[in-house]
């Protein structure tokens, strides 16, 4: 027993010292993105990631991403080396704290609104998720703003711009990356791990080569660097991979999107690089990739559940074939009991009418033999 709960505690630990490194360097990379030094990014997937962390590792997890996101934000986040020691490390572990506490949340909320840990696998669990998405978004918006709003390195009159700006980002991370972790955990049994066959890798190869062709040629200057409108392309080659493919596939291809997107735009390419900032041009980019990525999901939730309901059927269907089966073989050897009750009756029956027909001539012969032993009178 001692030795179950040693080892335990021991996954335990490496569960939370591999977050905390992970989140360490991630966030570290995240805030090289935020705009003029600041900690706020409109790019954020690592509130789905620490999300789906949460969801597949247990609160080991939550306290690694506490440690990492507080030891980031102390070393990386600009303002917080002129404070004094203690309230760099209170504003910190502010700020860690939002981070750990939404990807709790967000797992409470997911765990107890979800019939399964993948968001996709029907309709009810895809707009579930798309409708909480949002709101698990407002914890690090809320505590992470005002952490910087009580140390005074975010002014009051930029209070809700960057909590807006946070909440954007933090939900995109959640709808574009805590999918795709949560659909390729190994967890999930929903989706059997085939082998690559050279069908399904032509499929893949073309998806992704289909996804990277419409989001140039709708982001790209063509002709002499005009600008066309022709954002609505990435849809389509999303939409395909959905219908031709399972969660995993749908999952990486929104993340892929996003990815080519946001570096489309940070290049200057596409429309949301006509915005004054880049920050908002990247906020827009985010808005577009979730409704690109939502649309998809929705399909492939639909999909999955009409697939359910098919294999459903189907397997009614054969255990309705199996039950007739079983019946009819039923009724045949109730037959056979049946006929072999009805000739043994037959043969009683003949038996009973041999033996009344002994019985009849032996009462003749009783009779006769009567008559001849009575005198004769003279």
Same mark, same amino acid.
Request: hydrophobic share 55%; proline share 5%.
């Given at each position: 027993?001692?030795?179950?709960?040693?080892?335990?505690?021991?996954?335990?630990?490496?569960?939370?010292?591999?977050?905390?490194?992970?989140? @360490?360097?991630?966030?570290?990379?995240?805030?090289?993105?935020?705009?003029?030094?600041?900690?706020?990014?409109?790019?954020?997937?690592?509130?789905?990631?620490? +999300?789906?962390?949460?969801?597949?590792?247990?609160?080991?997890?939550?306290? /690694?991403?506490?440690?990492? &996101?507080?030891?980031?934000?102390?070393?990386?986040?600009?303002?917080?080396?002129?404070?004094?020691?203690?309230?760099? $490390?209170?504003?910190?572990?502010?700020? !860690?704290?939002?981070?750990?506490?939404?990807?709790?949340?967000?797992?409470?909320?997911?765990?107890?609104?979800?019939?399964?840990?993948?968001?996709?696998?029907?309709?009810?669990?895809?707009?579930?998720?798309?409708?909480?998405?949002?709101?698990?978004?407002?914890?690090?918006?809320?505590?992470?703003?005002?952490?910087?709003? &009580?140390?005074?390195?975010?002014?009051?009159?930029?209070?809700?711009?960057?909590? +807006?700006?946070?909440?954007?980002?933090?939900?995109?991370?959640?709808?574009?990356?805590?999918?795709?972790?949560?659909?390729?955990?190994?967890?999930?049994?929903?989706?059997?791990? #085939?082998?690559?066959?050279?069908?399904? !890798?032509?499929?893949?190869?073309?998806?992704?080569?289909?996804?990277?062709?419409?989001?140039?040629?709708?982001?790209?200057? +063509? /002709?002499?660097?005009?600008?066309?409108?022709?954002?609505?392309?990435?849809?389509?080659?999303? *939409?395909?991979?959905?219908?031709?493919?399972?969660?995993?596939?749908?999952?990486?291809?929104?993340?892929?999107?996003?990815?080519?997107?946001?570096?489309?735009?940070?290049? /200057? @390419?596409?429309?949301?690089?006509?915005?004054?900032?880049?920050?908002? !041009?990247?906020? *827009?980019?985010?808005? @577009?990739?979730?409704?690109?990525?939502?649309?998809? @999901? +929705?399909?492939?939730?639909?999909?999955?559940?009409?697939?359910?309901?098919?294999?459903?059927?189907?397997?009614?269907?054969?255990?309705?074939?199996?039950?007739? &089966?079983?019946?009819?073989?039923?009724?045949?050897?109730?037959?056979?009991?049946?006929?072999?009750?009805?000739?043994?009756?037959?043969?009683? !029956?003949?038996?009973?009418?041999?033996?009344?027909?002994? $019985?009849?001539?032996? #009462?003749?012969?009783?009779?006769?033999?009567?008559?001849?032993?009575?005198?004769?009178? $003279?």
């Amino acid at each position: 027993m001692e030795s179950a709960q040693a080892g335990v505690a021991a996954r335990q630990a490496v569960i939370a010292a591999a977050a905390a490194a992970a989140y @360490y360097f991630l966030l570290r990379i995240g805030l090289e993105f935020a705009p003029a030094g600041a900690v706020l990014c409109p790019v954020w997937p690592l509130a789905g990631a620490a +999300l789906a962390a949460v969801s597949g590792l247990g609160p080991a997890a939550a306290f /690694g991403i506490f440690l990492g &996101a507080m030891l980031a934000c102390w070393h990386g986040v600009p303002g917080l080396s002129t404070l004094a020691g203690p309230a760099a $490390l209170t504003a910190s572990a502010a700020l !860690a704290s939002g981070a750990a506490l939404q990807a709790v949340a967000g797992a409470w909320f997911l765990g107890g609104t979800l019939a399964r840990p993948d968001p996709l696998n029907c309709s009810r669990n895809a707009v579930r998720f798309a409708l909480l998405a949002p709101v698990i978004a407002l914890v690090e918006a809320t505590c992470g703003a005002g952490a910087l709003l &009580a140390t005074g390195l975010l002014p009051e009159e930029q209070f809700f711009a960057a909590w +807006l700006g946070w909440w954007a980002g933090d939900t995109g991370g959640i709808v574009l990356a805590a999918p795709f972790f949560l659909a390729w955990s190994p967890r999930l049994t929903d989706e059997i791990s #085939a082998p690559m066959s050279p069908r399904r !890798a032509g499929d893949a190869l073309l998806g992704l080569a289909a996804l990277a062709a419409s989001v140039w040629a709708g982001f790209a200057p +063509l /002709g002499g660097g005009l600008r066309h409108p022709l954002t609505f392309l990435p849809f389509a080659a999303l *939409l395909w991979i959905a219908l031709h493919r399972g969660s995993r596939a749908v999952t990486a291809g929104a993340a892929a999107l996003a990815a080519l997107v946001h570096w489309s735009t940070i290049r /200057g @390419y596409g429309p949301f690089a006509l915005e004054p900032t880049v920050n908002a !041009a990247l906020l *827009l980019g985010t808005a @577009y990739c979730v409704v690109a990525a939502v649309t998809a @999901y +929705l399909l492939r939730a639909a999909l999955a559940e009409r697939r359910g309901e098919g294999e459903r059927v189907e397997a009614a269907r054969d255990a309705l074939e199996l039950r007739l &089966a079983e019946l009819d073989e039923d009724l045949y050897a109730a037959n056979a009991r049946l006929r072999d009750a009805a000739v043994a009756r037959r043969s009683d !029956a003949r038996r009973v009418r041999r033996y009344r027909r002994v $019985l009849a001539e032996a #009462a003749r012969r009783r009779r006769a033999g009567r008559r001849e032993k009575e005198p004769v009178l $003279l």
